[in-house]
């Protein structure tokens, strides 16, 4: 009796049936966990530490990463009723599972694109060393020209480090100041100088008129209230013949963004996007799939656009 009301004690917490919920579907290791679930990493590793020792998880050291998976003798024995009613329960649809699982397919999507392992046919895997988006992103920067460059609603930086590498300035704007705080430390880790960070609205950016050659918005658009007056200011720093870039979420469904993550809006169809970026006064306006995976609600929409009065 005391080991039944242990165990029971046990998976009366809801973060710990999270855990198993997600570990049931795949092996992860305690970064990704922390990303999936939002919780501090000390608390996931004290929930897995609890979770191994009673059997119900075991982990497995690969490299530098440990990795955890479910007990493989879970669904015979003793606790082979009790794992049946939790499978049961976990196939449960709610907005809590439906967030947890679109995390999850964005943590499939980062393994995916990092390469680590690239699927050669179903019946093995074909190691590619040194295969990288991101060398990839790196080395076709170096035949873009030497612009200048607005990152709006750059977050902590990484796209405007990346473009920082091929452009001849860039300007980064957010409105939070502790993030370009963390923007510009990283920025000074990789040694470059030729980045301005301004704090500032996406409806009233601090730039002067037809000041950059390039405006991006990377998943910046559906975090303001007003996306047309966001692509209106885009269009207004550009000099004539200049380009907006835009990568935004395609329309969906998964409302649990808008309190996990601030988000405004849940994306935008193909169409919208095209009048947003028309209406602001961008011609020869074209949108595209960007990144989609099956079984993940959440489709990456590519759009770009050209300010009037430039060379043809």
Request: charged share 30%; with cysteine.
């Amino acid at each position: 009796m005391d080991e039944a009301s242990g165990l029971l004690r046990l998976l009366g917490d809801e973060t710990r049936l999270r855990l198993l919920r997600l570990l049931s579907r795949e092996a992860l290791n305690v970064s990704e966990l922390t990303g999936v679930l939002g919780l501090a990493q000390s608390g996931v590793s004290r929930h897995l530490g609890l979770l191994r020792d009673a059997g119900l998880v075991v982990e497995q050291r690969t490299g530098t990463f440990t990795w955890y998976r479910l007990a493989p003798d879970l669904s015979g024995g003793a606790r082979a009723a009790l794992w049946a009613w939790l499978g049961e329960e976990f196939d449960r649809a709610t907005a809590a599972t439906r967030a947890d699982d679109a995390r999850l397919e964005e943590v499939r999507r980062v393994r995916k694109e990092n390469f680590d392992q690239h699927a050669a046919g179903d019946e093995h895997r074909q190691l590619v060393p040194g295969r990288s988006w991101a060398a990839w992103s790196r080395a076709l920067g170096l035949l873009l020209p030497a612009v200048d460059v607005a990152d709006l609603g750059c977050g902590e930086g990484y796209l405007t480090i990346e473009a920082a590498r091929w452009a001849r300035r860039v300007t980064a704007v957010d409105q939070s100041a502790d993030v370009l705080t963390r923007a510009r430390a990283l920025a000074a880790r990789r040694k470059l100088r030729n980045i301005t960070w301004k704090r500032g609205r996406l409806d009233k950016v601090p730039i002067r008129s037809e000041a950059v050659e390039v405006a991006l918005l990377s998943q910046a658009l559906h975090h303001v209230d007003h996306p047309d007056r966001a692509l209106a200011e885009a269009c207004r720093i550009l000099k004539p013949g200049g380009r907006v870039l835009v990568l935004d979420l395609r329309a969906h469904e998964e409302t649990w963004v808008r309190s996990k993550l601030g988000d405004r809006w849940l994306g935008f169809d193909d169409t919208r996007l095209n009048d947003l970026l028309s209406t602001a006064g961008l011609r020869e306006v074209v949108v595209r799939v960007g990144a989609r995976r099956p079984g993940d609600p959440f489709t990456v929409l590519i759009a770009a656009g050209t300010k009037a009065g430039g060379p043809r």
